[in-house]
């Protein structure tokens, strides 16, 4: 994908999540911009997200 056609994913992924009233964070799109530029695999997007998750339920 191009640079541009990423740009354009991150923010439809925005404008659905804002649709159902949720945000986007910084990491999230981070790892979102490295999937899709190949740097990082499925499951490597997958766990870092899941350790975000579970770093926010601790701070609770």
């Known amino acids: 994908m191009t640079n541009k056609e990423i740009k354009e994913s ?7 999540l804002a649709i159902e009233n949720l945000n986007i964070n910084k ?3 981070i790892n979102g911009e ?7 695999t499925s499951q490597e997007a997958i766990e870092n997200i ?6 926010r339920q601790l701070k609770q």
């Open 50 to 55: 899941t350790k975000y998750i579970k770093s």
């Open 34 to 40: 490295k999937y899709l530029k190949g740097q990082i």
């Open 27 to 29: 990491l999230n799109i």
């Open 10 to 16: 991150i923010e439809n992924v925005k404008a659905t």
